[in-house]
């Protein structure tokens, strides 16, 4: 979802994260197939996750640091 987080603007990823939330939101998905359903929902939870992560700056900070470090390696 946030293929270059550490150089994306705030905005950028709270556009891309509400555009993928509207996209995978669970009530969306009740009359679907029961693996399209737990599909959307593992992937909604990971977005959410990953938005919670970039949208509080000590975390954000946290997550580049740490992915300098690996890109290092």
Not at 36 to 44: I, L, P, Q
């Amino acid at each position: 979802m946030f293929k270059n987080a550490q150089d994306a603007s705030k905005n950028a990823w709270t556009f891309s994260y509400y555009a993928h939330a509207k996209k995978l939101h669970p009530d969306l998905y009740v009359n679907k197939p029961e693996n399209e359903r737990k599909e959307a929902e593992h992937k909604f939870k990971l977005i959410t996750q990953a938005y919670n992560v970039l949208s509080d700056d000590q975390q954000r900070t946290t997550y580049n640091r740490d992915a300098q470090q690996r890109e290092a390696y």
